[in-house]
C-alpha cells in the first residue's frame, strides 16, 4: 500500500472508531429513558421462523418426580414455596395436583432465591385456549425475576419469533417449535448461569440459559443481553440471588396450569 491510500485508510478507520464511540456515548447516556421513544413493533422479529419439531411421547406415559437434591417449589399440595409479588401469600388456584393462574392476584415468585441452578416446571394450556399471537395462553418463567423465559401457546399459533415459546423473550428466538398441543403437558427444563457485576453495574460475565422442552433445545447456552423488556431495548440492572418467578399475564385467554416444579442449585 502507497502512503497516500494507507493515509486514506486510517482516516477512515479512525472515522469509523469515532463514530462507534459517539454511538456508544450517545446509547449510555440515553439509558433506559430512551426506551420511552420506542413502540412494541420496534423490538418483534417475524423471520425467520423456527421449524415446528414433534416432541416424543413419554413411553410411560407420565414424566417423572424430582431427583434426591432438589428442592421442592411445587409438588402439588400447596404453594408454600411462593409468595405474590405485590406481597402477602400467591393465591393462585392449586387443585388437582396442579396450580392455574388467577390472572386477577397476578405475578408469583419463590420466597427463596437462586444463582445458578437446574429448573424443572412443567405447564399446560388448555384444550378450550382461544385467541391468537401473544394473548394466547401467555405465561413466563424469569430468571432471578429478571430475565423471562416465554411461556405461550405456539401451536399453531403465529406471533413474532423472538417472543416465541422458549425464547428469551424479545431478544433470542427458540431454535425450534416443539409444543404440544393445547390439553397436553409441556416440560421445561432450564439451566442458568447468573451474571456478575463489576462495581459500576455493569456486567462482568453474562447471564446464560439452556431451555430444553419436551426433551428438545431451544436454547443452547445462550447469552442473556439484560432485563426482558416488553418495550425498547435490555437493560442492565445489577442484582443478587433472585426468585424463580410465574407470570400472570393480562391476555383474556384461559388461564394456563402448572405443576411438578423443583430446582437443584448448581
Ligand atoms: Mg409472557
Redesign the pocket.
Request: negative net charge.
Given at each position: 500500500m502507497n502512503k497516500s491510500l494507507f493515509a486514506i485508510a486510517a482516516l477512515a478507520l479512525l472515522t469509523t472508531s469515532s463514530v462507534v464511540v459517539a454511538q456508544d456515548k450517545k446509547q449510555v447516556t440515553t439509558g433506559p429513558a430512551g426506551n420511552e421513544l420506542m413502540s412494541p413493533g420496534m423490538s418483534e422479529f417475524y423471520k425467520p421462523v423456527p421449524p415446528v419439531v414433534v416432541p416424543g411421547t413419554d413411553l410411560a406415559g407420565g414424566g417423572f418426580t424430582a431427583p434426591s437434591d432438589a428442592i421442592i417449589l411445587f409438588d402439588g399440595k400447596d404453594l408454600s414455596a411462593w409468595e405474590s409479588v405485590s406481597g402477602g401469600p400467591a393465591e393462585w388456584n392449586v387443585h388437582d395436583g396442579v396450580v392455574t393462574v388467577d390472572k386477577k392476584k397476578g405475578d408469583i415468585q419463590t420466597k427463596q432465591k437462586f444463582t445458578d441452578y437446574q429448573l424443572h416446571i412443567e405447564w399446560q394450556v388448555p384444550e378450550n385456549i382461544t385467541g391468537e399471537s401473544q394473548a394466547r395462553g401467555?405465561?413466563?418463567v424469569f430468571m432471578q425475576g429478571m430475565y423471562?423465559i416465554?411461556?405461550?401457546d405456539c401451536y399453531n399459533n403465529t406471533t413474532y419469533t423472538n417472543g416465541m415459546t422458549g425464547s428469551v423473550?424479545k431478544q433470542s428466538r427458540p431454535l425450534v417449535n416443539a409444543m404440544r398441543k393445547p390439553g397436553e403437558w409441556n416440560v421445561y427444563d432450564i439451566i442458568y448461569t447468573a451474571p456478575t457485576f463489576k462495581e459500576d453495574g455493569s456486567y462482568r460475565t453474562w447471564p446464560t440459559v439452556t431451555v430444553i422442552q419436551n426433551g428438545v433445545l431451544l436454547q443452547n447456552h445462550t447469552t442473556i443481553l439484560g432485563t426482558t423488556e416488553y418495550i425498547g431495548f435490555p437493560q442492565v440492572k445489577a442484582h443478587g440471588a433472585g426468585p424463580i418467578l410465574l407470570?400472570s399475564?393480562g391476555d383474556p385467554s384461559e388461564p394456563i396450569s402448572f405443576r411438578n416444579i423443583w430446582i437443584r442449585e448448581l
Open positions: 401467555n405465561s413466563g423471562e416465554q411461556i405461550l423473550y407470570q399475564h
